[in-house]
């Protein structure tokens, strides 16, 4: 399914992305731009973002759950701050497109 409409990626593509980030290091924080950056795009109108979140938010849970020592307890607080990030993409998203 298409998440980026501006750039033609698919949510496959970027829990590709994300998946390898967290090979790399399993407790790096993984945002949008860093996503997008891999890619060699970049955002336009970013209205995409919230959604990437979701998606980086869905894999790391994923990705963790089937790794050998499970959902560490850390985990929360990097899921809380993705949480944060896409609230405040959300507001800002909307802001825009309101005005
Ligand atoms: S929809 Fe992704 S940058 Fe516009």
């Given at each position: 399914?298409?998440?980026?409409?501006?750039?033609y990626?698919?949510?496959?593509?970027?829990?590709?992305?994300?998946?390898?980030?967290?090979?790399?290091?399993?407790?790096?924080?993984?945002?949008?731009?860093?996503?997008?950056?891999?890619?060699?795009?970049?955002?336009?109108?970013?209205?995409c973002?919230?959604?990437?979140?979701d998606?980086?938010?869905?894999?790391?849970?994923?990705?963790?759950?089937e790794?050998?020592?499970?959902?560490?307890?850390?985990?929360?607080?990097?899921?809380?701050?993705?949480?944060?990030?896409?609230?405040?993409?959300?507001?800002?998203?909307?802001?825009?497109?309101?005005?």
């Amino acid at each position: 399914m298409i998440t980026c409409h501006c750039n033609y990626i698919t949510d496959k593509e970027i829990e590709g992305v994300v998946l390898g980030f967290l090979r790399e290091d399993p407790w790096q924080l993984v945002v949008p731009n860093k996503v997008y950056h891999e890619m060699g795009k970049r955002g336009r109108c970013c209205g995409c973002f919230p959604s990437v979140v979701d998606i980086i938010v869905r894999t790391t849970i994923e990705f963790h759950r089937e790794s050998e020592g499970g959902i560490p307890d850390g985990l929360g607080r990097v899921i809380s701050r993705l949480e944060e990030l896409r609230t405040r993409l959300t507001e800002a998203r909307n802001r825009v497109f309101v005005a």
